[in-house]
């Protein structure tokens, strides 16, 4: 099998957003009333534009390139190749991309350009989004060429036969927003966070745009051979649509926890695919939209007094 895809070491500083800065500093004043306080300074999050190329070789010297642009907050970049390009049907493992480089001329404060060269034999698929085609940060599924191309094959219900203790859900959206820290600084971004069947956090990620942190996310445990991710969950910290649930059931996360609200497609597809959705999940409560059987109590710890006594006859 080939060797998964090794990044180029990359031009830009590190950071705790995993690569280019994500914030910009200015200038704002505040007004209360009819007072307006001094000049002073704010962070924002940085919206900038990254055009991924998808390099496909035909054959030794011919090749075909498409390309499109997402508007994302730099950092993770790697990441969001990998889970964007794995949504989209074109990568299965990691190792079906032969090469991921990011051709910026040097001095540049944050990447705009990706090139992402396939192994000989994965190629686009054709209904896969036109080329040039730019999707804005809040909604990558709006770029689908057709309505057709929105649904999913039968073959992708869950049949996960995890079982969680529901109070584990709880503690989700506080465990996401301690690694968000840029969303501290600014306000302004959305989080994905993915967790083990008991609680452990695999992988959280930022962005302006809630798809693309999923895509983060995503992409890390493609990189690091974790997918599918069968008996995790998946938290994010705003409203939960249908693509994000679309991008949780490829990547085979069987339960799906939000802050807020979902929309009536997500709770439709949740049902019909076998996910389990939980929302407006905040202090100690949280509403089941689907699949419930998935969430059980916590076991009970044994009672001492009911306990069978111990076998003399027994070696222990």
Do not use: W
């Not at 001095?107 to 034999?121: D, N, Q």
């Not at 209904?127 to 073959?155: F, I, K």
């Not at 968000?180 to 008991?198: M, V, W």
């Not at 983060?216 to 445990?221: F, N, P, R, S």
Request: charged residues 25%; neutral net charge; proline residues 9%.
């Amino acid at each position: 099998m080939p060797a998964p895809a090794v990044p180029e070491p990359s031009p830009f500083p590190e950071g705790a957003s995993g690569g280019a800065r994500a914030t910009v500093e200015v200038v704002r004043q505040r007004v209360e009333g009819s007072a307006v306080a001094p000049a002073d300074r704010d962070d924002l999050a940085i919206e900038d534009p990254l055009e991924i190329e998808i390099v496909h070789r035909t054959s030794e010297e011919g090749e075909t390139r498409r390309r499109v642009v997402t508007m994302r907050t730099p950092g993770h970049d790697a990441d969001l190749v990998h889970g964007f390009l794995y949504a989209e049907g074109i990568l299965r493992t990691a190792a079906d991309l032969r090469s991921l480089t990011f051709p910026d001329p040097p001095g540049a404060a944050a990447p705009r350009r990706a090139r992402a060269t396939l192994r000989r034999g994965i190629a686009p698929a054709a209904e896969s989004r036109d080329q040039g085609q730019a999707l804005n940060a809040s909604c990558g599924v709006c770029g689908s060429p057709s309505l057709e191309a929105l649904g999913l094959s039968p073959s992708l219900v869950l049949e996960d036969p995890v079982r969680l203790d529901r109070t584990i859900v709880h503690q989700l959206p506080a465990r996401m927003r301690a690694e968000q820290d840029t969303f501290r600084r600014t306000g302004g971004l959305h989080a994905a966070a993915i967790f083990s069947a008991t609680g452990e956090l695999l992988v959280s990620r930022e962005d302006i745009g809630r798809h693309n942190a999923l895509d983060k996310a995503v992409g890390h445990l493609l990189r690091t051979g974790r997918l599918p991710a069968r008996g995790c969950l998946l938290c994010v910290s705003g409203r939960m649509s249908y693509e994000i649930l679309q991008k949780a059931l490829l990547a085979r996360i069987p339960v799906v926890v939000g802050v807020g609200a979902p929309s009536s497609l997500a709770v439709a597809l949740a049902n019909d695919f076998g996910v389990t959705l939980c929302g407006f999940a905040r202090g100690d409560t949280y509403n089941i939209y689907s699949r419930p059987e998935r969430l059980r109590g916590p076991l009970p710890a044994p009672d001492p007094a009911t306990a069978a006594p111990p076998d003399p006859g027994r070696r222990p």
